[in-house]
């Protein structure tokens, strides 16, 4: 099946700095989420991007599917920021999504 | 977006008990749901998808026997942990997807913490 993986596994800032996390995924894909996961566990949507660049605030993603990868910007980060951050990829000619394995992404104040 | 609930939020129960926990999709009928269970500090791993008025189809691993699932109308699944044990202590999330939104985003539940004593 198709495998994702999301770098760094870890990443420690300081408030105000910015990120870019990676997601890579060994087969071509119809669709890519970025999901936010908060301390108490709820995944929040961040973007629902197969291609190409979207903007949210200080969020943007951009996907390169014919590269096989997706990026996550934050920019101005803030202690809210920090959480588990997940991308996930549908198997193919399924609904079912594949999760990568996180990035914990810590803010400090 | 859509909106997806689960309940409980969390359950204390113990070995050898059952225990159901509930999604509904609360703005959108949804034919199809998925659970997925997550471990402290991992992933969310795919336990099953629940159709609508059909069986559950379960994931590689995961015993049908002991989560059980049932998806008997367009807004609610349920699944059901039977004879638990502290190994099912775990975060379990359901997720949906809005057929009537024309991409396949999919949205998912506060999620249930599991605690077997």
């Known amino acids: 099946g198709i495998q994702v993986e999301q770098s760094p596994p870890d990443l420690i800032l300081q408030e105000g700095a910015n990120s870019t996390l990676r997601c890579n995924f060994s087969?071509?894909?119809?669709?890519l989420q970025w999901f936010h996961q908060n301390p108490w566990g709820q995944l929040i949507n961040l973007f629902y991007?197969?291609?190409g660049t979207k903007q949210n605030g200080r969020l943007s993603a951009t996907t390169v599917a014919t590269e096989r990868y997706s990026l996550l910007y934050i920019s101005s980060s803030q202690t809210t920021d920090s959480g588990v951050y997940f991308c996930?990829?549908?198997?193919?000619?399924?609904?079912?999504?594949?999760f990568g394995q996180g990035t914990r992404l810590t803010i400090n104040p | 977006g859509a909106v997806v609930s689960q309940h409980p939020s969390w359950v204390i129960c113990k070995s050898g008990t059952s225990v159901k926990i509930e999604c509904r999709s609360l703005?959108?009928?949804?034919?199809?749901m998925f659970w997925y269970r997550q471990f402290p500090k991992q992933s969310l791993m795919l336990m099953a998808t629940?159709?609508?008025?059909?069986?559950?189809?379960?994931e590689q691993g995961v015993e049908k026997d002991k989560f059980l699932i049932n998806h008997a109308s367009l807004t609610l699944s349920t699944l059901t942990v039977t004879s638990a044990h502290p190994e099912d202590s775990s975060f379990y999330i359901c997720?949906?997807?809005?057929?009537?939104?024309?991409?396949?985003?999919?949205?998912f539940g506060p999620g249930t913490r599991l605690t077997v004593l």
């Open positions: 991007i197969p291609s």
């Open positions: 629940s159709n609508e008025g059909s069986k559950a189809t379960y």
């Open positions: 997720s949906a997807r809005d057929p009537g939104v024309p991409n396949n985003e999919q949205f």
């Open positions: 087969d071509s894909v119809n669709n």
């Open positions: 996930a990829v549908p198997l193919q000619g399924a609904q079912k999504l594949v």
């Open positions: 703005d959108f009928q949804a034919t199809t």
